[in-house]
């Protein structure tokens, strides 16, 4: 499976984005599709996962904020961000997961794209 991110940039605060997903290969494979970003001196974090069946699952620095969508005919999952703060700059990282639930551990997904960059800045 392979998995391309797309959709960051520089964006003042406050603004929007929408990130987008696209997988490929043995996608028949895949139950869970999330997304995860990783601040300069930080580690990554979870931001939010959604399964096949669309259960959704945020951490509660996106609740209210970010909403994670996917289309399993495109199989694509998109992260739509609004009102974006200065402490969401961070290169975010789209991941897939074979086995069922949301989960927030990296450690459960196995596939991993290359990562897009968020800007929040005036």
């Known amino acids: 499976v392979q998995l391309q991110a797309s959709g960051g940039g520089l964006v003042q605060p406050g603004g929007s984005l929408r990130l987008s997903c696209a997988a490929s290969?043995?996608?028949?494979?895949?139950?869970?599709m999330g997304w995860y970003r990783q601040a300069p001196g930080k580690q990554r974090e979870f931001v939010a996962a959604v399964t096949h069946i669309d259960d959704t699952n945020y951490a509660e620095s996106a609740k209210g904020r970010f909403t994670i969508s996917r289309d399993n005919a495109k199989n694509s999952v998109y992260l739509q961000m609004d009102n974006l703060k200065p402490e969401d700059t961070a290169v975010y990282y789209c991941?897939?997961?074979?086995?069922?639930?949301?989960?927030?551990?990296?450690?459960?997904?196995?596939?991993w794209g290359q990562g897009t960059l968020v800007t929040v800045s005036s």
């Open positions: 290969g043995s996608i028949f494979t895949i139950n869970v």
């Open positions: 991941a897939a997961r074979i086995l069922p639930g949301a989960e927030v551990d990296a450690n459960e997904y196995v596939y």
